[in-house]
């Protein structure tokens, strides 16, 4: 049994009826900030008693207000949960939720009237309010909430209803039970009645002494009457004051200690801290799953806030695989939110729900984008820490290689500088380049659109501009004028293009015909041709090679010097092309290399960019990630 | 009960039952089981103990067994006895209800509205249950002259035609009688249709929506569910289930619930709901129950066991020999029953709890006065009793005025409230409107016993006139109030220069009395123990069934089970009060065991 669905209006920031689809086992719940995950925790929690952070109260600010001016507070709160695959003891357990249905349904109203600092509210199980709650049906959910900012050392401090004494008490539960009815004392209990008793009678220990000392002050200061018994022992003989006695004590590793070495977790990592609390809850959730133990529970949901929380980037990829594994394995239903991308990219996207908030809330699960089987093992295959940030960026471009990574953002600059300071750079509008690594467009693109007619799905309702070259064929078969054919390297110039052999230039159509995505392509070669072609940009660009060719003083960069001064703005297209040309194999050349010219080339730009030429198609991509439209400055 | 005694103390550790209680502890879970109990038998403890031992022992959760009784009192008593053996209430999964209750709640609320059509009132699904006191949803045809309520009328198996059920019975004696053709039932069966697609029914109709929805095709799985869900059902009080719940039991039963019957059905005393002990019987040998037997009497002496064994010419049965048997006494009135509550109340010098019986309310109350209250008098009664201010009358004030004005002004009432009309949203608004008004007309003199009824009905008839426009009363009542404007109040013939207070006093003072008499109807003392029970008889046979001749006339007829059900109350004493007896009839009554003066 797990929840699959959530409905939610009026709440927080869902004014309108807002849904998401979560799956059985782990959810991950991805987006910028405000997009609503946390609001979606806050509804699920709304619903049930958790056991570790109390049940949620109703307040004022729970119900939605929209930010216009004339806008005014949500009159009513609903909340809808529906439960799927449920098997035939769920069926039984949640009889009254399923009524004549497979799904159980539960709903929360609440409405926005307060009455001695309560709102009034309403929970009814079933798919129509038909009869009285039970309320005791919601003990077979057990919830567990962690919050992001959490205090794992205070939460793991001896203490009333310490994590360790709840564990102990699950693990030991049937035992107890069995010594109660037997009137009997737990073995615990009797271990430590023996050990006070031997502390308050010995002669050995102070104890005994104190303890008369105390007793006999009392007694003059009270008088045998009014005064009072007093004792001085470890703990009182109850199973539960013993375990809420008990401190968990630490070792950095694994290796053999003495029991005397261990320390306080007030000394212990706070990363390592949180593990440790985080692991405890495992245990108890597991330990209820393996061994049918306590309350009869059918369903087990753990909700938590950031888990990367305190935890360096290797600890974060542990935590997760282990929440990933108890959650198949032990019937749990995991949902956390992150902002980490070290755990997007350790999760198949099958596992990931995209949160938005445009003008509504929008969650989007990854695995209903259409991604076909051999995209989506693409995907999740080559999905790493760097290219999540798709995940959480506004608009995203993404581009072929390291080159074009490099430079883009400088290229950003010289197209947005009319928008004004703090609007003229791709980091003002929250949009990430993205290096795919190679031409797979076609892969990364479906999460935002359709990529073919076939490949039919939802959107991640994000901007995204893929950005590739127009590759045509390096050479072409030209008469040698002796009647003969010779191989001819192919420029493409201004009145003599040719579309190119890039594969993925056949998806640019459809691509085009969706709401968030566009495929530009350059017009003529590759990327630092395309940009070589316009305008005065070859002076620039010579200077940047003749400045890295490892020969200093030779005829290459004599001859790239001597160019550099040409007036290639007066050119025509095809005068500039052969340039263009040479400064590719220049640039392709061992000497140089993509990469490092590129680096060098985005410095240059960086410092000074003025008067520089952005081809159409690149300026096209830029200005659509960033949702700006052409002139629009 | 001796048993009885020992457990108010201790928990079921420290009971000892006996071999024939123990063995229906011990009877097994997978059976359909019958545990015949007679008056005394200890039937409620050894429930409780079974109980028990079936929750801690239970090892199928979610599935959990349904305990169902017929009353409210008597689930609220169960579940007390089993709360005190098992040291913490009865909870989830298991479930302890009225069998309507679980009929409602688990068989029909969530497939009612796909049966009956019902759009909900605002998102709300839940039925709202009426009793024959509303009159909504008239038929469009007359039926011996009158458009019948849809709450009025059920329809009956047996005899496959429509039974009425109104406030007037000689009207409903017509109407049964008169013939019925399939056009008539046609549109009885859409007017019920009607009142269920509004969202109303009766607890009648409940059964027979459920019995609707078990025969659905599409219905199946959802039943076989709750089949799973209960694979076991105990009921207490097996022998007041009527026909149609029978019924239920059958279907559940075909799909695996086993059922375990606890009851005597000599003590089937609800026909008038339609519930028979001989089919009870069919249908438990038709589903092969196996009869378990508690037959030793804890409760009485001896000879009390033997004069109600006589009655019904039934098996012997065990009386308690702690107990000193006292031979049943009859004793004489001339004219009115009233005349031996002289004797009676002396009685109640040397015994605790000594209770009058009666077949009907209107033998009941001439005990009392002499004579019944009607109309007017109930008014008069009403503002009396608030004047008095003893707080333990203000509910029956409180009730008596809200049947004075339901009845007057022709309300649609729910019962519950009291009385309360079905409009009105809040039941706490009606009651204190009903204190209010009544209140107000305590104020303009309406509670003064020492007036003639003709002054006393002129000044009660202009303060309800002003009534409406009092600030008190709430707005969505107001306009249920203006057939009081011009409203008729007139003293009863003869009476117009009587005194109120005479007629009026004499009404059982409750505070006062409270360790004397109690007064009481045969359904009032079921399942009780008393010290001395006194069977009042009416003074000719053929009217109700409440003379004793009625009772001993027919031993399988329910007018002996009365009987059977009322002289099976008392420990030590047994009394019947019966008119003047002939030679012969004292015969027929020392035959049966009663000492005659």
Redesign the interface.
């Known amino acids: 049994m797990y929840l699959r669905t959530l409905d939610v209006q009026g709440f927080k920031c869902f004014g309108e009826p807002f849904s998401i689809e979560l799956h059985d086992g782990l959810n991950v719940l991805v987006g910028e900030n405000g997009a609503g995950k946390t609001g979606v925790v806050s509804a699920i929690r709304q619903l049930f008693n958790d056991s570790e952070s109390g049940k949620r109260i109703i307040s004022e600010r729970d119900f939605h207000r929209g930010f216009g001016k004339d806008d005014v507070a949500a009159e009513e709160i609903k909340i809808q949960a529906t439960f799927s695959g449920l098997d035939?003891?769920d069926?039984?357990?949640f009889?009254?939720w399923?009524?004549?249905h497979a799904e159980a349904k539960l709903t929360f109203t609440a409405l926005n009237q307060e009455s001695r600092g309560r709102f009034k509210h309403h929970i009814y199980g079933?798919?129509?309010?038909?009869?009285a709650f039970?309320t005791?049906?919601l003990?077979?959910v057990h919830c567990v909430y962690l919050p992001p900012l959490r205090d794992a050392e205070t939460k793991l401090r001896e203490g009333r209803q310490s994590r360790l004494a709840r564990l102990l008490k699950a693990l030991c539960r049937k035992d107890i039970e069995a010594a109660r009815k037997a009137r009997a004392l737990h073995p615990l209990e009797q271990h430590v009645g023996d050990f006070n008793r031997q502390l308050s009678e010995s002669d050995q220990f102070a104890i005994k002494a104190a303890n008369q000392r105390i007793g006999d002050s009392l007694k003059a200061a009270l008088g045998a009457h009014l005064s009072q018994g007093t004792m001085i022992q470890f703990s009182e003989v109850s199973f539960s004051r013993i375990v809420e006695g008990l401190r968990l004590l630490y070792f950095p590793d694994l290796s053999k200690a003495d029991a005397a070495q261990f320390r306080a977790l007030e000394e212990n990592s706070l990363g390592y801290n949180n593990l440790l609390y985080i692991a405890s809850i495992l245990a108890e959730l597991t330990y209820e799953a393996d061994a049918g133990q306590g309350e009869?529970t059918?369903l087990r949901l753990l909700l938590i806030e950031e888990p990367e929380a305190h935890l360096h980037p290797q600890l974060q990829l542990r935590l997760l695989r282990h929440l990933k594994k108890a959650a198949e394995a032990r019937g749990m239903q995991v949902i956390i939110t992150t902002h980490s991308t070290v755990i997007t990219a350790a999760v198949s996207v099958d596992h990931v729900i995209h949160l938005s908030n445009l003008n509504r809330p929008k969650a989007v699960p990854l695995r209903n984008c259409g991604l076909p089987t051999q995209s989506r093992q693409f995907v999740d295959r080559w999905l790493d820490a760097t290219k999540s940030n798709l995940l959480f960026a506004k608009g995203t471009i993404l581009v072929e290689g390291i080159a074009e990574a490099m430079v883009l953002p400088a290229l950003a600059k010289i197209v947005l500088q009319p928008f004004g300071e703090g609007r003229n750079s791709l980091d003002d509008y929250g949009v990430s380049v993205i290096n795919l690594g190679g031409i797979y467009f076609n892969h990364f693109m479906q999460l935002f659109c359709d990529v073919r007619a076939e490949h039919q799905g939802k959107n991640i309702p994000v901007r995204c501009s893929g950005l590739t070259d127009n590759d045509p064929p390096k050479s072409v078969i030209e008469d040698d004028g002796e009647d003969g054919q010779k191989s001819v390297p192919f420029l493409p110039h201004a009145d003599n293009c040719i579309v190119g052999n890039n594969p993925a230039l056949g998806l640019q159509k459809h691509i085009g015909l969706s709401e968030f995505a566009r495929l530009f392509a350059g017009k003529y070669k590759t990327f630092e041709y395309d940009i070589a072609m316009e305008g005065n940009n070859l002076k620039t660009m010579l200077i940047v090679a003749a400045g890295l060719w490892e020969a200093q003083n030779g005829t290459v960069v004599k001859g790239l010097k001597a160019d550099a001064k040409l007036d290639f703005a007066a050119m025509s297209s095809a005068q500039r092309a052969p340039y263009a040309g040479a400064l590719l194999d220049r640039i392709d050349s061992d000497d140089i290399g993509k990469g490092i010219y590129a680096q060098a080339f985005a410095d240059v730009l960086e410092a000074n960019g003025a008067g520089f030429v952005v081809p159409v198609y690149i300026r096209q991509a830029i200005l659509w990630a960033c949702g700006l439209e052409e002139g629009a400055a | 009960m001796a048993a009885q005694d020992k457990a108010a103390q201790a928990g079921a550790a420290d009971i000892e039952f006996t071999d024939q209680q123990q063995k229906y502890i011990d009877a097994p879970l997978d059976k359909h089981v019958y545990l015949r109990a007679c008056p005394g038998s200890g039937k409620t403890e050894v429930v409780a103990a079974k109980v028990c031992k079936i929750i801690q022992e239970w090892n199928h959760h979610p599935s959990g067994i349904a305990l169902l009784t017929f009353l409210n009192s008597a689930t609220d008593e169960l579940q007390s006895r089993v709360h005190k053996y098992l040291r913490e209430p009865m909870g989830l999964p298991h479930y302890i209800s009225t069998f309507d209750s679980f009929v409602l709640t688990h068989l029909l609320s969530s497939i009612a509205s796909e049966i009956t059509g019902f759009q909900g009132r605002d998102g709300d699904f839940r039925i709202r249950i009426i009793d024959k006191s509303a009159d909504i949803y008239r038929t469009r045809i007359k039926i011996c002259g009158r458009s019948v309520s849809a709450c009025r009328y059920n329809y009956d198996k047996g005899s496959k035609r429509y039974v009425f059920s109104t406030n007037d019975r000689k009207w409903d004696n017509e109407a049964n009688l008169a013939q019925q053709d399939e056009a008539d039932q046609k549109a009885l069966l859409t007017n019920k249709k009607r009142l269920w697609a509004a969202g109303f029914a009766t607890y009648g109709d409940i059964d027979i929506l459920a019995l609707v929805g078990m025969q659905e095709e599409k219905f199946k799985d959802y039943f076989s569910r709750i089949a799973r869900r209960f694979p076991l059902v105990i009921v207490d009080e097996c022998q007041d289930l009527s026909a149609e719940q029978l019924l239920i039991v059958k279907r559940l039963s075909l799909l695996g619930v086993k059922f375990h019957f606890v009851g005597d059905l000599n003590q089937s005393i609800y026909g008038f709901r339609r519930s028979n002990p001989a089919s009870v019987r069919r249908r438990m040998e038709e589903l092969g129950f196996e009869e378990y037997v508690l037959n030793e009497n804890w409760r009485s002496g001896q000879a009390v066991v033997d004069v109600c064994s006589n009655i019904l010419q039934s098996d012997r049965v065990v009386g308690n020999p702690r107990i000193a048997s006292v031979k049943p006494r009859v004793i004489e009135y001339q004219n009115c029953p009233s005349e031996v509550l002289p004797a009676i109340r002396e009685m109640s010098l040397i015994h605790d709890s000594v209770v009058v019986v009666a077949r009907g309310h209107t033998t009941l109350q001439r005990l009392r006065t002499g004579r019944a209250f009607e109309g007017i008098e109930l008014l008069a009664l009403a503002c009396i009793n608030l004047k008095a201010g003893r707080l333990t009358d203000i509910a029956q004030c409180l009730e008596t005025f809200g049947k004075w004005l339901a009845a007057r002004l022709k309300l649609q009432v729910t019962k519950a409230g009291p009385y309360c009309p079905m409009d009105i949203e809040s039941k706490l608004a009606w009651r204190i409107f009903l204190h209010d008004g009544l209140q107000f007309l305590v104020e303009h003199g309406a509670g003064d016993g020492n007036q003639t009824w003709s002054d006393w009905a002129r000044a009660a008839k202009i303060t309800l006139g002003k009534l409406p426009d009092q600030t008190f009363v709430p707005v969505e009542v107001r306009e249920h109030l203006e057939g009081l404007r011009g409203l008729n109040l007139r003293a009863r013939s003869g009476q117009g220069k009587m005194l109120i207070s005479e007629r009026l006093t004499g009404v059982p003072d409750v505070a006062a009395k409270r360790d004397c008499l109690r007064f009481e109807t045969i359904h009032g003392v079921k399942g009780e123990t008393h010290d001395v029970t006194v069977v009042v008889s009416s003074q000719k046979p053929g009217v109700h069934q409440s003379h004793w001749k009625d009772w001993l006339r027919d031993r399988t007829s329910e007018a002996a089970r009365f009987a059977y059900v009322a002289s099976s109350r008392p420990k030590h004493v047994l009394i019947w009060a019966v008119k003047k007896l002939k030679a012969e009839d004292r015969l027929v009554l020392e035959g049966l065991g009663f000492e005659l003066p």
Do not use: L, S
């Open positions: 035939e003891n069926v039984i357990a009889d009254t399923c009524g004549n079933g798919h129509e309010y038909n009869k039970e005791e049906k003990d077979y009869k059918y």
